[in-house]
């Protein structure tokens, strides 16, 4: 073969970013504290109010508080 493999062969839909839906959290503005996403407290929180963080990590970079009842750590 000579010098001219080319990028043609790529690999099925890699992502390549360490961003998995399962360590999402989502963070309430208005009280600082984050929740999985799948808690029961999230139900009543308007959209607005929700701020999505792709780890427990980051919320707690962005000052954020982990919620007492679904215990979001990592
Ligand atoms: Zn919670």
Redesign the pocket.
């Known amino acids: 073969m000579t010098d001219r493999e080319q990028l043609s062969v790529e690999p099925p839909r890699r992502t390549g970013r360490a961003v998995d839906v399962a360590t999402q959290v989502i963070g309430v503005h208005a009280s600082q ?1 984050f ?2 996403a799948a ?4 139900t009543d929180v308007a959209q607005a109010q929700r701020v999505l963080f792709v780890s427990p990590y980051d919320a707690v970079d962005g000052g954020y508080q982990p ?1 007492p ?2 215990r ?1 750590d990592p």
């Open positions: 504290v929740h999985d808690c029961d407290e999230l919620c009842r679904c979001p």
